[in-house]
Structures are given as structure tokens and as C-alpha cells.
């Protein structure tokens, strides 16, 4: 067993709330005895930086590699690592959170891996990030810059880790099992992770998860890949956690990370039926709470139903709308038509629920017609907007095929093939951007739908709902990226489109 | 443009149930008699035109008589708790009705044992005398939203910790950052 362990978190992720990974972790070393404590560094370096820096430290772990990381940060990184060392940890475990933390992993593990032969864990999804030909923990395994890389659910493996044993499923080669039961891992320990310290919005919140998988199949999402079937936990065990972290914490914002946490109806209203219980039960906690939502059939998702949500601190969801367009929709694998839409909008306007809507601009089905839908909707929920129902809207890249969804299997019905054969996209050095965000494709079945058309079909998005008034999350970062790649484009496009492909297409 | 106000209340008998007469900007546009079971009253304002309106309810019938009194306690009470108010069918943040005040018309006796009750009580949503509350400081109809989202966006950054600035820029349209870099990738896109 090991003795003191030492879990590390890494920019860039959000700073409302602690971060999840290492409170999860920590939670079993805590159950299991094991000593431990917490470095977020991504905490560190906005405490420490000038908000000018920090920011440049942002672009450089999220948008663009064309300048050097500052002296400043690297301070700040050994500094922590001098500690860490000093303290004579003899398990350090890195959390890599999502692709936009592989840049500071690499530059954590070989700063440190350089002055100690310490054992290194990783574990995140953004281990999974295509790089170098491979995935991101592979490479870390393959340059020795780590000992063993997680995959998957971490709570299970964890467990036999802290023993020495690195020989079960999700570690390095050894394919990983999804956990059948979520009510079995040890509750998440934010006591080293005060959430106090973070730059929350009133109250302090924390992470939490209460289902992992979804019930939908998207054609444009991992997901089901990743987790191929939907568990949760039971409303009475998370009501509970919810409470002992507010006991321990003062917290009382809870943002759950499930990819949706409506899936099983019946075990919603269990969830929300058993916060209002514990609230009942405890004079001051007023829990308020936030996860992803998937917007259903209205006649499954009755006004009571929303009642219930607001009663039990529903404040906002983070829905996938993803376009305005029920053609769109339909083909996605979404199951809420336009009055389904209607209804959800109507209902969480009258009971106080805000929502941030996830969209896609530039499907591979959509038409100009469809385009002109994603613009009209702007203006007719325009009121929603003005009352924070629709708080934010995240309007994402273009046309993004993601490795692992259905999309990427090429088994639904279209023709999906590069644009521009030879051209490269890419934004960070080392991620093979096309299969993250893949930009360069064309539907032959929908020869109008070109990159360019869908960038230019981003922008339009972006400047009407700004005129609009909407609020956009991640706008700034996001349109960087977008300006990477017209320009990349535009480099690339030097020898023309493959016009070959194009004539073939109008004519297909 | 009109707005239909939507606004529910907690309401308990006495001898009668509590009435209430709402004014837009003083001009009376109906009177209301709430109960258990009708305790929602809706009504439309299409006279905001000034660039400061006041919607107000008036509580108007209660008497010492609603306050009935047995082996010298109070067993039956009329009174009025204002609980939520919707706009177009959409539930308002508590600020919008908690930053105003409620004017008592305390009866005679009242201010016979307490003569210095104040005459005006902000946040006062539990009325156990007649009196008055004001909604002041809201804008014309046309503007009614737009003003709605500045209120609510400025109280949330007001209290928001965000010494990067990340977070602050979740809650706006566009940066000045935002709109060069569109202008940037428009021209660009006239090249591709």
C-alpha cells in the first residue's frame, strides 16, 4: 500500500468550482487510510499570475502554440514540483482533465520526471487525445515520462493502485470495465479542496456525479462509446453526499457531471424527491444544482415535473438544443421536435430554471434552410434570453466529427470525405485536430456544405446573436480557434480545393 | 407592447379573504379578491411610458375585525404574504419585488401603543396591515426585458470572484477582442 500520495491537477479547466478528479481520488485514499494531498495548479497559477498573464497562459494550453509559455509560469510549475518533492510523496497522480490539460501535463511530468524517479499515474479523458499517432497517456507511457496511465472509470482501479497493483482492466493496455455500481464508491473528499478558495458566484459549489453514459445515441457524440450503458446512482445516496458535503463544506452549489442527468425519468424524480426530503429534513441547506439535461417528449416531461425540479434547487441545465432545425435534430438522433422545444422553454421560463444551450453549426445534413431556422429561432426566444432562461448559448466550432461517435463510422446513410486531401488543421502542436474537431470533410450527398460555408456560417451565428444580445460562452476562445483555422485554410488552400471532388459531389 | 403580470400569493381569512386593488402608475386596473384556492391574480400593464413606471397593491380590507381574538389569542387572521411574480409567463427574480417597500396603514390602535412604527418597510412581503407595495423604477413596456437582463446580469457581476476575467465574459455578447476577430476571419473567408 502506498503510504502518501500526492494528486495533481493541471490548467486549463474551469475555476468555479474545485476541481472533481482529485476530490473523487482523495475520497478513496481517505476510505482506504492512505495519506494524500491535493495541488491544483491550475488554482496557483490564477492566484498568482496577473490576469494578463494568466490569460496568455490560457491561449497558449487552449488555443494556439505560436508563443512561449512565460518564465512566470514555469516558476509557479517548479516551484510545486520542489515542493512535491520535498515532501517525499511516493505515488504522484495527475489528472488530466480534458485535451486542453495534455499541454501542461507534458510539461509537468517532464519537469518533474527530470528530478525524481517518484512512481507517476495519469488517468483523464484527455489521455484520450489523439497525439503523435497515438493516444496522449500512451505517448506519456511511451517517452517514461509516466509509470501507468488510467482509462476509463478510475474509481475501481484506484482502489488496487494505492495496493501496488497496476495489473487490472483500464490500466495501460489492459482494456478498462465500466462501473456497474456508483453507489459503491466512497463519497468525494473536498475537505483538501476548500471550495471557498475558488471564484465561485455567491455560494461555493463543487462537482459531483450522479449518472455516467447517456440514454440518446447522438450521431455526434462519444459518449456511448465511452460509457456504453447509462448508470446512476440511486436519489436517496446522492441527496445524502449532497448534504455531507454541505455539513463539511458550506457548499451548496452542486453541478453535477453527468452527460444527463434526466435519462431515467423515474430515478430523476427519485433525485429530486429525496433533495427536497433532505432539505426538509435540514433547516439551511437550500442546495441549488446544475448538469447537463436532455430535453424530452413534452408529454413525458409534464409541467409537475418541472415544479419538482425548481422545488428541489434546479438552476440550470446545460442542454445539447444543438440546432433550431427539427431535420437536423432528427438526424442527430435527438427525440424533442420544435413544440417539445417550445414546451421546455416555456416550462423552465415559468419555474425559474436557466439553461445554457450547446449548439452545432454545420451538420452534415444542414441546408441553407435549415441555417436560416438557427437564425430565426435567435430572434423568437429573444425574450427568453432577456429573462435568463436561455443564460448563455455556446455556439462551438463547425461541423464537428468527433473520434469514437457515429458520425466518425461513416455508417449513417451519407458520404463523408475529406475536402482538401492533403490539408492538415491542427491548433496545439502534436493533437491531430482533424479527428478531434474534424473540420476537413465534405457530404457528397450535400456538396454546398464546404468548410468555408460552415465557418462562414459560424460567424453569421456568432454576429446575430451578439446583436441579439445573447450571452456567449467560451465566444472569444472559440473564434481564435476559428481564425486558426480559415487561416490554415487559406495557407492550404493555395493549390484549390480538390475541385475534382467538388464537380463529383454536384453531380452525386 | 403590453406585459401581463402574473402575481401569486399566500393569503389567509379572517372573516373575509384579503382584496387587493392593483394601480399602474396610479391608474387602477382592477381589484382582486385572493384566496387559498384563487391565489394568483393576472392582469396587464400597457401604460408604462414614462422612463420610470410603478406598479402597485394596495391592500385594502382589512380591519381590526379580521383579527379574531379568542381567550385573548389571535385564532383567525387575515393577511397577505406576496410570494412570486411572473411577467409573460415568466417567473421574475426575487430582487424584482424585494427591493421595494411597503407603506402600512396601521390601524388607529396601533399606532396608539407603537407611534413610532416606521412608515415605510422595505422587503416587506407578509402584510398584516392595509397598506401599500410599490414596484418603482421600472422601465416603459418597449424596454420592459432588455432592462430586466441589465438588472440581473449587473447583480450577478457584482458579486462574482473572477480575478481572470474568464468567467465575467461567460455573461457577455461580444468583446471588442470578439469583434476584431470576426472582422479578421471574414476577411480571411473572402480569400478561401
Given at each position: 500500500m502506498f503510504k502518501k500520495v500526492a494528486l495533481v491537477t493541471l490548467p486549463s479547466q474551469e475555476l468555479e468550482r474545485p476541481p472533481a478528479a482529485p476530490a473523487v481520488l482523495g475520497g478513496i485514499c481517505r476510505d482506504l487510510g492512505v495519506d494524500y494531498d491535493v495541488f491544483d495548479i491550475n488554482l496557483q497559477l490564477a492566484r498568482n499570475l496577473t490576469q494578463t498573464d494568466f490569460n496568455e497562459a490560457s491561449d497558449y494550453w487552449r488555443t494556439t502554440h505560436d508563443r512561449p509559455l512565460s518564465n512566470q509560469v514555469l516558476k509557479e510549475f517548479n516551484r510545486t514540483i520542489e515542493h512535491i518533492i520535498s515532501q517525499n510523496y511516493d505515488l504522484i497522480g495527475i489528472s488530466v482533465f480534458s485535451r486542453f490539460s495534455t499541454r501542461a501535463a507534458k510539461l509537468f511530468c517532464e519537469l518533474i520526471r527530470s528530478k525524481t524517479n517518484i512512481i507517476i499515474v495519469a488517468g483523464g479523458q484527455g489521455c484520450t487525445t489523439p497525439w503523435s499517432d497515438m493516444k496522449f497517456g500512451d505517448w506519456l507511457l511511451h517517452k517514461k515520462l509516466i509509470n501507468h496511465v488510467a482509462w476509463g472509470d478510475s474509481e475501481e482501479l484506484w482502489k488496487h493502485w494505492l495496493t501496488g497493483n497496476f495489473s487490472v482492466a483500464g490500466t495501460d493496455s489492459i482494456p478498462p470495465i465500466q462501473l456497474t455500481n456508483l453507489d459503491n464508491i466512497p463519497p468525494a473528499d473536498f475537505t483538501k479542496l476548500n471550495p471557498w478558495n475558488y471564484f465561485y458566484n455567491q455560494v461555493p459549489g463543487i462537482y459531483l456525479t450522479a449518472s455516467r453514459g447517456c440514454v440518446r445515441k447522438c450521431t455526434f457524440c462519444d459518449v456511448p462509446n465511452r460509457w456504453p450503458k447509462y448508470r446512476y446512482r440511486s436519489g436517496a445516496s446522492m441527496a445524502n453526499e449532497m448534504f455531507l458535503h454541505y455539513k463539511q463544506t458550506g457548499v451548496q452549489i452542486f453541478q453535477f457531471t453527468d452527460s444527463v442527468i434526466n435519462g431515467n425519468l423515474r430515478e430523476f424524480r427519485s433525485l429530486n424527491e429525496n433533495i427536497i426530503r433532505v432539505k426538509e429534513e435540514n433547516k439551511g441547506f437550500n442546495p441549488r444544482w446544475l448538469s447537463q439535461f436532455n430535453i424530452r417528449k413534452a408529454k413525458d416531461m409534464p409541467e409537475e415535473m418541472y415544479e419538482l425540479m425548481a422545488e428541489s434547487g434546479g438552476k440550470m441545465l446545460i442542454v445539447g438544443v444543438e440546432h433550431a432545425s427539427w431535420d437536423v435534430r432528427k438526424h442527430m438522433g435527438k427525440e424533442f421536435n420544435d413544440e417539445d422545444l417550445d414546451h421546455h422553454i416555456r416550462m423552465c421560463a415559468r419555474h425559474g430554471i436557466q439553461n445554457v444551450f450547446l449548439m452545432f453549426i454545420g451538420y452534415p445534413t444542414e441546408t441553407a434552410e435549415d441555417h436560416k431556422k438557427q437564425l430565426e429561432f435567435l430572434d423568437y426566444y429573444q425574450k427568453y434570453m432577456y429573462s435568463g432562461t436561455i443564460a448563455m448559448i455556446r455556439w462551438g466550432y463547425t461541423g464537428s466529427i468527433d473520434r469514437g461517435s457515429l458520425l466518425e463510422s461513416k455508417n449513417l446513410g451519407f458520404d463523408l470525405v475529406p475536402e482538401f486531401p492533403n490539408l492538415k488543421l491542427e491548433h496545439l502542436e502534436d493533437q491531430e485536430e482533424d479527428w478531434i474537431y474534424g473540420r476537413n470533410w465534405i457530404n457528397l450527398d450535400n456538396p454546398n456544405l464546404t468548410l468555408r460555408e460552415r465557418l462562414i456560417r459560424r460567424v453569421q451565428v456568432h454576429e446575430h446573436s451578439a446583436k441579439l444580445g445573447y450571452p456567449i460562452t467560451k465566444g472569444t476562445e472559440e473564434l481564435k480557434i476559428l481564425k486558426i483555422i480559415a487561416e490554415q485554410l487559406l495557407a492550404g488552400n493555395k493549390e484549390k480545393p480538390n475541385r475534382s471532388l467538388l464537380i463529383s459531389a454536384e453531380e452525386h | 407592447m403590453a406585459i401581463e403580470f402574473e402575481i401569486t400569493f399566500n393569503a389567509t381569512k379572517g372573516i373575509n379573504w384579503p382584496c387587493v386593488l392593483v394601480l399602474s402608475n396610479d391608474k387602477p386596473l382592477g381589484s382582486y379578491t385572493v384566496t387559498d384556492e384563487k391565489s394568483t391574480i393576472v392582469f396587464e400593464v400597457n401604460n408604462f411610458e414614462n422612463l420610470s413606471n410603478n406598479l402597485a397593491i394596495v391592500y385594502f380590507n382589512k380591519n381590526e375585525s379580521e383579527t379574531i381574538v379568542k381567550n385573548g389569542k389571535i385564532v383567525q387572521d387575515q393577511s397577505l404574504e406576496l410570494v412570486k411574480i411572473r411577467a409573460d409567463g415568466i417567473l421574475l427574480e426575487s430582487w424584482f419585488w424585494t427591493d421595494n417597500y411597503y407603506y402600512p396603514d396601521y390601524f388607529e390602535g396601533y399606532l396608539k401603543n407603537v407611534s413610532d412604527a416606521p412608515k415605510k418597510i422595505m422587503?416587506?412581503?407578509?402584510?398584516?396591515?392595509p397598506g401599500k407595495f410599490v414596484i418603482t423604477e421600472l422601465p416603459d413596456c418597449n424596454n420592459f426585458w432588455q432592462w430586466y437582463k441589465k438588472q440581473r446580469t449587473d447583480r450577478v457581476l457584482a458579486e462574482l470572484i473572477d480575478p481572470t476575467g474568464q468567467i465575467k465574459n461567460n455573461y457577455n455578447s461580444i468583446t471588442d477582442e470578439d469583434r476584431l476577430l470576426l472582422a479578421e476571419l471574414k476577411e480571411i473567408l473572402l480569400y478561401v
Amino acid at each position: 500500500m502506498f503510504k502518501k500520495v500526492a494528486l495533481v491537477t493541471l490548467p486549463s479547466q474551469e475555476l468555479e468550482r474545485p476541481p472533481a478528479a482529485p476530490a473523487v481520488l482523495g475520497g478513496i485514499c481517505r476510505d482506504l487510510g492512505v495519506d494524500y494531498d491535493v495541488f491544483d495548479i491550475n488554482l496557483q497559477l490564477a492566484r498568482n499570475l496577473t490576469q494578463t498573464d494568466f490569460n496568455e497562459a490560457s491561449d497558449y494550453w487552449r488555443t494556439t502554440h505560436d508563443r512561449p509559455l512565460s518564465n512566470q509560469v514555469l516558476k509557479e510549475f517548479n516551484r510545486t514540483i520542489e515542493h512535491i518533492i520535498s515532501q517525499n510523496y511516493d505515488l504522484i497522480g495527475i489528472s488530466v482533465f480534458s485535451r486542453f490539460s495534455t499541454r501542461a501535463a507534458k510539461l509537468f511530468c517532464e519537469l518533474i520526471r527530470s528530478k525524481t524517479n517518484i512512481i507517476i499515474v495519469a488517468g483523464g479523458q484527455g489521455c484520450t487525445t489523439p497525439w503523435s499517432d497515438m493516444k496522449f497517456g500512451d505517448w506519456l507511457l511511451h517517452k517514461k515520462l509516466i509509470n501507468h496511465v488510467a482509462w476509463g472509470d478510475s474509481e475501481e482501479l484506484w482502489k488496487h493502485w494505492l495496493t501496488g497493483n497496476f495489473s487490472v482492466a483500464g490500466t495501460d493496455s489492459i482494456p478498462p470495465i465500466q462501473l456497474t455500481n456508483l453507489d459503491n464508491i466512497p463519497p468525494a473528499d473536498f475537505t483538501k479542496l476548500n471550495p471557498w478558495n475558488y471564484f465561485y458566484n455567491q455560494v461555493p459549489g463543487i462537482y459531483l456525479t450522479a449518472s455516467r453514459g447517456c440514454v440518446r445515441k447522438c450521431t455526434f457524440c462519444d459518449v456511448p462509446n465511452r460509457w456504453p450503458k447509462y448508470r446512476y446512482r440511486s436519489g436517496a445516496s446522492m441527496a445524502n453526499e449532497m448534504f455531507l458535503h454541505y455539513k463539511q463544506t458550506g457548499v451548496q452549489i452542486f453541478q453535477f457531471t453527468d452527460s444527463v442527468i434526466n435519462g431515467n425519468l423515474r430515478e430523476f424524480r427519485s433525485l429530486n424527491e429525496n433533495i427536497i426530503r433532505v432539505k426538509e429534513e435540514n433547516k439551511g441547506f437550500n442546495p441549488r444544482w446544475l448538469s447537463q439535461f436532455n430535453i424530452r417528449k413534452a408529454k413525458d416531461m409534464p409541467e409537475e415535473m418541472y415544479e419538482l425540479m425548481a422545488e428541489s434547487g434546479g438552476k440550470m441545465l446545460i442542454v445539447g438544443v444543438e440546432h433550431a432545425s427539427w431535420d437536423v435534430r432528427k438526424h442527430m438522433g435527438k427525440e424533442f421536435n420544435d413544440e417539445d422545444l417550445d414546451h421546455h422553454i416555456r416550462m423552465c421560463a415559468r419555474h425559474g430554471i436557466q439553461n445554457v444551450f450547446l449548439m452545432f453549426i454545420g451538420y452534415p445534413t444542414e441546408t441553407a434552410e435549415d441555417h436560416k431556422k438557427q437564425l430565426e429561432f435567435l430572434d423568437y426566444y429573444q425574450k427568453y434570453m432577456y429573462s435568463g432562461t436561455i443564460a448563455m448559448i455556446r455556439w462551438g466550432y463547425t461541423g464537428s466529427i468527433d473520434r469514437g461517435s457515429l458520425l466518425e463510422s461513416k455508417n449513417l446513410g451519407f458520404d463523408l470525405v475529406p475536402e482538401f486531401p492533403n490539408l492538415k488543421l491542427e491548433h496545439l502542436e502534436d493533437q491531430e485536430e482533424d479527428w478531434i474537431y474534424g473540420r476537413n470533410w465534405i457530404n457528397l450527398d450535400n456538396p454546398n456544405l464546404t468548410l468555408r460555408e460552415r465557418l462562414i456560417r459560424r460567424v453569421q451565428v456568432h454576429e446575430h446573436s451578439a446583436k441579439l444580445g445573447y450571452p456567449i460562452t467560451k465566444g472569444t476562445e472559440e473564434l481564435k480557434i476559428l481564425k486558426i483555422i480559415a487561416e490554415q485554410l487559406l495557407a492550404g488552400n493555395k493549390e484549390k480545393p480538390n475541385r475534382s471532388l467538388l464537380i463529383s459531389a454536384e453531380e452525386h | 407592447m403590453a406585459i401581463e403580470f402574473e402575481i401569486t400569493f399566500n393569503a389567509t381569512k379572517g372573516i373575509n379573504w384579503p382584496c387587493v386593488l392593483v394601480l399602474s402608475n396610479d391608474k387602477p386596473l382592477g381589484s382582486y379578491t385572493v384566496t387559498d384556492e384563487k391565489s394568483t391574480i393576472v392582469f396587464e400593464v400597457n401604460n408604462f411610458e414614462n422612463l420610470s413606471n410603478n406598479l402597485a397593491i394596495v391592500y385594502f380590507n382589512k380591519n381590526e375585525s379580521e383579527t379574531i381574538v379568542k381567550n385573548g389569542k389571535i385564532v383567525q387572521d387575515q393577511s397577505l404574504e406576496l410570494v412570486k411574480i411572473r411577467a409573460d409567463g415568466i417567473l421574475l427574480e426575487s430582487w424584482f419585488w424585494t427591493d421595494n417597500y411597503y407603506y402600512p396603514d396601521y390601524f388607529e390602535g396601533y399606532l396608539k401603543n407603537v407611534s413610532d412604527a416606521p412608515k415605510k418597510i422595505m422587503s416587506q412581503l407578509h402584510w398584516h396591515f392595509p397598506g401599500k407595495f410599490v414596484i418603482t423604477e421600472l422601465p416603459d413596456c418597449n424596454n420592459f426585458w432588455q432592462w430586466y437582463k441589465k438588472q440581473r446580469t449587473d447583480r450577478v457581476l457584482a458579486e462574482l470572484i473572477d480575478p481572470t476575467g474568464q468567467i465575467k465574459n461567460n455573461y457577455n455578447s461580444i468583446t471588442d477582442e470578439d469583434r476584431l476577430l470576426l472582422a479578421e476571419l471574414k476577411e480571411i473567408l473572402l480569400y478561401v
